[in-house]
């Protein structure tokens, strides 16, 4: 089961783009990364997933190096509303367990 | 949009108490999870359930704890004797044939 380490927190000013990185040195080849958002008192939702290079969607991009051993989940031009917590799992799609990690507390600061 | 439903919002229950909770899953996905959040700490992993069965549970997943898929559309997880530390907020999720889980909004049980 691959393990996941991300920072504990960020601080970044409204507008910037926010890079958070994420660490899965034992992934495995039919592990998917997967980035969720939670706010306080909400389920997670999820952002964004990716199998290795990059992937874009209309709120973040994915980037995967070619060992896969670690991921960057960028957020262009973030916004006081993307204060949350950030989660990286990483998964097959055979529907089994996703441990969650600490996850990286996102501060976005006016 | 589909979505992840939850009932009920809130539970009461005095310790020792069995409590069901439950969940509506999105109608065509295949896979179910249940997950747990102590206030202030990180999404634990329960249990995923897969074709009428149990695919894997933690260790959080004790003999106090039982799902069940009654009638193909609801979801429960049953806490046979709550105990003051199943105090949380119970989340359950859904997801098709890939890795994108589908959360409700929870249900925060309170055992006193």
């Known amino acids: 089961l691959a393990k996941t380490t991300q920072p504990i927190s960020m601080d970044s000013y409204e507008g910037q783009e926010v890079n958070i990185t994420c660490s899965h040195n034992?992934?495995?080849?039919?592990?998917?990364i997967t980035w969720y958002q939670q706010f306080p008192s909400q389920g997670p939702r999820f952002i964004i997933q990716g199998y290795k290079t990059k992937v874009t969607n209309e709120v973040a991009s994915l980037f995967i190096p070619a060992d896969r051993k670690s991921s960057t989940l960028s957020l262009p031009r973030v916004s006081l509303s993307d204060t949350a917590v950030y989660y990286c799992l990483v998964g097959d799609f055979t529907g089994n367990q996703f441990y969650f990690g600490t996850g990286t507390s996102l501060t976005v600061i006016p | 949009e589909p979505e992840v439903t939850q009932t009920p919002s809130h539970q009461v229950t005095q310790m020792g108490q069995e409590v069901i909770l439950r969940c509506v899953p999105i109608?065509?996905?295949?896979?179910f999870y249940w997950y747990r959040q102590i206030l202030g700490q990180k999404v634990e992993f329960l249990v995923s359930?897969?074709?009428?069965?149990?695919?894997?549970k933690s260790e959080i997943f004790d003999d106090q704890f039982s799902v069940e898929r009654p009638d193909g559309s609801n979801f429960t997880l049953k806490i046979r004797s709550t105990k003051l530390e199943d105090s949380a907020m119970y989340f359950c999720a859904s997801s098709s044939r890939t890795a994108e889980q589908y959360f409700g909004p929870g249900t925060r049980l309170t055992v006193t």
């Open positions: 034992n992934i495995a080849t039919n592990d998917y």
């Open positions: 109608s065509n996905h295949l896979y």
């Open positions: 359930f897969y074709n009428n069965e149990i695919s894997e």
